[in-house]
């Protein structure tokens, strides 16, 4: 269905600060308010247990997440090439997904982090963007945005760290970190 003056934006979370995944989730959850379908694609987590995919199935069908990562590149021993083929997956995910019709928004999780580790190249980031259908919205987080990618994106928000509560100790908290 096409919605008069409606555009499909490419939007982008970055910064150092927090609420990158936040705010993408956001924009599937007022997506899901309409009563279209959503797809998240995680790009670095791994097996993590979030709130997220606890959302997921309660949604049922409306709500698509995978996540295809292998974890922080930083915290284990798996290797590059495992990486790289976790996020080569995770792009194949994507572009089904943009491709299919189905979701009126796909959100690529962490995209940027990937991009920043080598796990992705630009021009693959690019190319997905470009091949969007204009009927849909297509969300990218991560630190590092890259001023081609900005340049191609619609929308732009960039987070900034101004106090964590890592800095006073306070470790990643459920319900607000994940």
């Given amino acids: 269905m096409v ?3 409606f555009k499909g934006l490419t939007v982008i979370f970055t910064g150092t600060g927090k609420g990158k995944t936040s705010a993408a989730l956001g924009s599937v959850c ?3 308010g309409w009563g279209y379908r959503a797809r998240v694609i995680q790009f670095i987590k791994g097996s993590m247990s979030t709130g997220e995919l606890g959302l997921m199935e309660r949604l049922g069908s409306q709500l698509e997440i995978t996540q295809v990562g292998k974890g922080f590149t930083w915290e284990n021993d798996t290797s590059k090439y495992e990486h ?25 999780d962490e995209i940027l982090y990937a991009l920043k580790a080598g796990l992705v190249c630009e021009n693959e980031i690019i190319e997905l963007i ?11 987080t991560g630190r590092g945005a890259t001023d081609r990618l900005i340049e191609k994106a619609d929308l732009v928000t960039n987070m900034t760290l101004i106090k964590h509560p890592a800095q006073a100790g306070i470790p990643a908290q459920k319900y607000i970190d994940y």
């Fill in 130 to 140: 470009e091949s969007k259908p204009e009927e849909s919205h297509l969300v990218l």
């Fill in 84 to 108: 790289q083929k976790a996020a080569a997956y995770g792009l194949e995910l994507a572009k089904e997904a943009l491709k299919s019709d189905e979701f009126k928004i796909v959100v690529l």
């Fill in 30 to 32: 007022r997506a899901m």
């Fill in 3 to 5: 919605i008069e003056g």
